[in-house]
C-alpha cells in the first residue's frame, strides 16, 4: 500500500529529518533581509497590477473569519484532513452568537463576492488573502500562516472547455515569468547561473498522461520528474480519478469542476477543468506549487462530484444552494502563493525568509545550521 498512501497525502515533507536532507548545503541568500523586504514589495505590486490587467481584476476587500455554517470555508481536500480553526463569538451575552471560523482560503467566498460586487461578464476581483492552515507540517515550503491572490472572474457556459481554461493559465505565467524579468532589473544579481531561470512557456501536461509516463512512481514523484525536465509545467484534471484507480490529488468536489469529460489533442477522452502550475526550484531542488486554479463547478457538476465523494450534504448550505439555485456567476478562480512565489523569484531557501510566522525550534536550528534564517 505504500504507493498507493504517497499517492493521496497531502503536502509537505512530513518529518524533519528529511527537511535536513533537502534544505540546500552552502546556501548564501543573495538579497540580504533589509534588500528582501523592498523586493517584496516590488514583485507583490507587479503582480497585483499585471494580474488586473491581463485578467480584468479589480483588489477587493476579503475576509479573514467566516461563517461556520455558510459552507464557503475551504477544506482544501475532499478527505477533511485539514481542519479550520473553529471559535465562539459570544457577542450579547449569548443572545445572538455567532459560530465562526478562521479562512483556510476564499475559494469559495470569492465565487460568492462576483454576485455581492456586482462584477459583470468577462470582470473578476483579486485579494491579497491571509489564511491560517493548522494541520500543515511545517517545512521550507509549508506554513501554518498562508498568503495568496485569491482572484475569481464572471464566464459565461461556453467558456467552460479547456481551450479558455489554457488561455488563462498562460496569462497568467506571462505575469508570474514578468515578475522574475522585473526582479532581475531591480537586483541584477538575481539572474545568476547557481540557478536557473524560469521558462518562457509553460509545458501542459493532462495528470492522465503524467501517470502514463511515469506509471511506477507515486504522485509527487511524478510531479518532480515532469518539472526536472521542463522547468514548469500546468496539470489538467487533479481530482479525476485515473487509470490507476486513484486521483492525482484529493481535490475538494464544491470548486474546482474535474468531472467534465474533455478530449486530448489526440482524440482521447479526459475529465477535468482545472489544474496546477508547478516548477523546479533551482534553490530547493524540488518540485515547487505556485498555484492551483480552475473552471468551477455548475449546478451538474457540483452534484456529480458531491456523489463520488459521498458529501451530498453539502447541497443544504447557503453556497451550495447558490450555486444549484443560479444565484452566482459561473466563473473561473484560483490562488497563487505569494510568498511561494516571492521565495521562487528571490531564490531564496525557505519560505520563511520572506513571510513571518511562527516555527519550532527544531526547524529554526536546522535552518540556522545551513546558514537560513527565517523572519519571526
Known sequence: ?????????????????????????????????????????????????????????????????????????????????????????????????????????????????????????????????????????????????????????????????????????????????GAEDYSHELYPQLDTDLYPNLPDELTFIHAEDLLAMYPDLPRKKRETEIVKKYGAVFIYGIGWTLKDGYPHEMRAADYDDWVTETTSEDGRLMHGLNGDILVWNPVTQRRHELTSMGIRVNPDTLVKQLSITDQMHFLDMPYHKAIMNNEIPLSIGGGIGQSRTTMLILKKAHIGEVSVTVWPDKLKNLCANKNIFVLE
Open 1 to 177: 500500500m505504500e504507493k498507493e498512501v504517497l499517492d493521496l497525502i497531502g503536502p509537505g515533507i512530513g518529518n524533519y529529518e528529511d527537511v535536513e536532507q533537502i534544505l540546500p548545503e552552502n546556501y548564501s541568500s543573495i538579497l540580504n533581509p533589509k534588500e528582501t523586504q523592498i523586493a517584496l514589495k516590488a514583485i507583490k505590486d507587479y503582480i497585483e497590477e499585471n494580474l488586473a490587467k491581463e485578467l480584468n481584476l479589480i483588489m477587493v476587500s476579503v475576509p479573514l473569519i467566516v461563517d461556520r455554517d455558510s459552507g464557503v470555508n475551504d477544506y482544501l481536500d475532499r478527505d477533511g484532513s485539514r481542519k479550520p480553526i473553529d471559535f465562539y463569538i459570544d457577542n450579547d451575552h449569548g443572545e445572538h452568537p455567532i459560530y465562526a471560523q478562521i479562512v483556510q482560503a476564499a475559494t469559495k467566498w470569492k465565487r460568492m463576492a462576483l454576485k455581492q460586487f456586482d462584477m459583470q461578464l468577462g470582470e473578476g476581483i483579486n485579494t491579497d488573502m491571509r489564511a491560517v492552515r493548522k494541520d500543515y507540517f511545517l517545512d521550507h515550503d509549508h506554513s501554518a500562516y498562508v498568503d495568496q491572490w485569491d482572484w475569481e472572474k464572471v464566464i459565461t457556459e461556453n467558456d467552460r472547455n479547456i481551450k479558455f481554461l489554457t488561455n488563462t493559465v498562460k496569462k497568467i505565467w506571462k505575469v508570474i515569468k
